[in-house]
């Protein structure tokens, strides 16, 4: 007797059933966090689009200090630096918009613009050593989380932590130094947009330039391009290289993925605030603190204050945690679909202790700093804020003096 099998499918009829399922569970997340007010569920896509274009890009902002340090290569901060021209260019018109004549000395609302002080300086130090010896800053550490890196979990324990204890500190931190210290908005400062903006964009060409010839220092073997697709003669085909170019295990360039990142971060402005997730995690680990009355927000003072979150306990769901939700998602989403997605565990012990380490230091930082790597540094620099650039600087050297501590470590 004969037995006849079914006929698989052809792959001209089989379905995207991956993608549909992934896409179906991005659109009911947006739809249901929609009814909680638009701006959240924008906010969702926003976090999405964030987590799509960090996974995808491998853009990390400890790697870029930390290669361009330890390695000499400075790729990745050369990727960060065109990011934050185009955010820049971005931010002007908006802020031009929202605050029309800077000489008053008013500046717009959403926009990052931060006091600089002690605590500003403090927490980029702090901040920069914590993301090299996790491995990841913030951002970073939420779409390796997507991606299914243990370390990157165990480094989010650490900077849940942090944040907890910073924000039962915040309020000697406001009394003795931000409270004291302004807010120094450049175009303010400099009589008009045209020279703020000519200043941040030459200070951004010379730090390219400088990065250039620090490169030079440490000679490397070229790098070759790739080769190029074979040429496509049908829409299918067509369709597939298309798939292969976004999804394709080679992934974008880092400057690709650094202007992707500043276009959606001006969106994002332009919607209410630049991007920030640090806002979001503090404000999830106070509410739990508040189930045992050990909450400690609203912060004091945090309503004066650009990029912090000033909710109580009884917020649950805000811009900042749409787009913190949405990033690791969207990481997940990618790296699915690329074919990247597996647990990875570290083999020594002592990985999981430098990973919560380094995570306690950020989460501490990013609260009296306000902000981490995306909110105090590449949504402050092109707000034109002051506090964006010494943040920068300041994070550079607790990159140096983390290279330094990796070093001696076994």
Known sequence: MTTITPAAPSTATRLPVKPLALGAAIAAAWLLLDQRGFAIGAFWLIGVAFGVVLQRSRLCFAGAFRDLILLGDGRLFRAILVGLAVATVGFVFLEARLAPDPGFGIAPAGPHIQPVGIATVVGGVLFGVGMVLAGGCVSGSLWRMGEGYVASWVA?????????????????????????????????????????????????????????????????????????????????????????????????????????????????????????????????????????????????????????????AEKWFTVRTATMLGLVAGAFTASVLSGEFRLRRPRQWSRYVQAAAGGLLMGYASVIAIGCTIGAFFSSVPSLALAGWVYGIALFGGAWIGVALIRRLP
């Not at 324990?157 to 409270?179: E, K, P």
């Not at 450049?186 to 200043?199: F, Q, S, V």
């Not at 001006?266 to 404000?283: E, K, M, R």
């Open 156 to 312: 989010m324990a650490g900077i849940v932590a942090g944040t907890i204890v910073a924000n039962r500190q915040w309020a000697w931190w406001y009394d003795n130094d931000i409270r004291e210290r302004t807010a120094v908005w450049l175009p303010a400062e400099l009589g008009g947009y045209p020279a703020a903006l000519a200043l941040t964009l030459a200070a951004l060409a010379g730090l390219y330039v400088l990065v250039l010839w620090w490169e030079s220092r440490t000679p490397k073997m070229p790098e070759f391009p790739a080769p190029p697709p074979e040429p496509a003669f049908g829409l299918r085909e067509q369709l597939r290289q298309g798939w292969e170019r976004v999804w394709g295990g080679h992934g974008w360039s880092y400057t690709t993925g650094a202007v992707a990142l500043a276009v959606i971060s001006v969106f994002a402005l332009g919607l209410q605030v630049p991007l920030g997730v640090t806002g979001g995690i503090s404000l999830w680990a106070d509410n739990v603190l508040g189930w045992f009355d050990a909450g400690a927000l609203p912060l004091k003072g945090s309503e004066l204050l650009a990029g912090c979150t000033p909710g109580g």
